[in-house]
């Protein structure tokens, strides 16, 4: 049996989802030596800012319920979750960690209507609060639900991050900017779909990876009520020759791709999300 190098990116978008998912996935994965990129949200805890969703984006009420395993069941209170004790464990443990926005749900619900200047404000706001919120300074960055404004994508440069994955694609490439310069801000993206958009097509979960696959999952979701198919999922993976490895240890052989990049549909997600172009 082949041995294939496959990759586990987990967001943690909301307090509970760091406060009551990410402890559970980090035991799990402690026990199975399998290590992770962890992408954390800044700013506050506004989940409720997702419901004009439901009015926006076509087929968005029609996910809660299909998803509501986990996202009709959070704790009657959340509390704000120990977020540097939380970091330390993450990174002791051999995992990374890098900021995964500002106000998730504000960025995906108003990216579209900001300014440039807005835009690059609250990119430069959200690695100044992941500082002072987790202690450290963030390596790479993670656009919430892959919705990234041009402008930011440029300033990723200037901001000095080692890797960025803002955009859903196939392949790490360079990406270009609304005027056809190549940035040198690589993006490492998801190549695969997320489980609710595997649940939301009527897919089967969990799957087997191939080489150089990047899976994304949620704290919100693996690591509360589809917890014990995530577990399924890394053990399936394993038992078939699947050696995990952080994003920062994906091999980038130059020269690398230069793609365009736009918004579309994918199966299973509601609204558009950024993809690379060939």
């Known amino acids: 049996m082949s041995t294939k190098k496959c990759y586990l990116r987990i967001d943690g978008d909301t307090f ?3 406060s009551a998912g990410i402890p559970r996935l980090l035991e799990l994965l402690s026990d199975l030596k399998v ?3 962890f992408f954390l949200t800044t700013g506050g805890d506004d989940s409720w800012a997702s419901l004009p969703r439901i009015f926006r984006e076509n087929g968005f009420a029609k996910r809660i319920l299909k998803l509501r395993r986990s996202y009709l069941k959070p704790p009657a209170k959340i509390k704000t979750p120990p977020f540097r004790e939380i970091a330390l464990n993450l990174i002791s443990r051999g995992h990374e960690i890098g900021v995964h926005g500002y106000n998730h749900f504000h960025w995906i619900r108003d990216f579209k209507y900001l300014t440039p200047l807005r835009a690059i404000n609250i990119i430069r706001q959200s690695k100044c609060a992941f500082k002072q919120r987790y202690g450290v300074t963030p390596p790479y960055t993670g656009a919430p639900g892959w919705r990234m404004s041009f402008p930011v994508l440029e300033l990723q440069d200037e901001l000095n991050f080692d ?3 803002d955009v859903r694609s196939a392949y790490p490439f360079l ?3 609304s005027k056809g310069k190549v940035l040198s801000t690589v993006q490492i993206p998801v190549n695969l779909p997320t489980l609710d958009e595997i649940l939301m097509t009527g897919g089967s979960f969990p799957f087997p990876l191939n080489n150089h ?5 949620h704290a919100e979701m693996e690591g509360t009520g589809y917890f014990s198919e995530f577990k399924q999922f ?4 394993i038992n078939r020759g699947c050696t995990f490895h ?4 994906y091999p980038l052989s130059p020269p690398l791709p230069q793609c365009q990049l736009a918004f579309d549909k994918i199966p299973g997600r509601t609204g558009e999300v950024l993809i690379a172009q060939k």
């Open 16 to 18: 509970w989802g760091i």
């Open 213 to 217: 696959d990047i899976y994304c999952a």
């Open 246 to 249: 952080l994003l920062s240890e």
């Open 163 to 165: 890797f960025a994955s």
């Open 35 to 37: 290590p992770a990129s």
């Open 234 to 237: 890394i053990q399936l993976n």
């Open 175 to 177: 990406p270009k900017s």
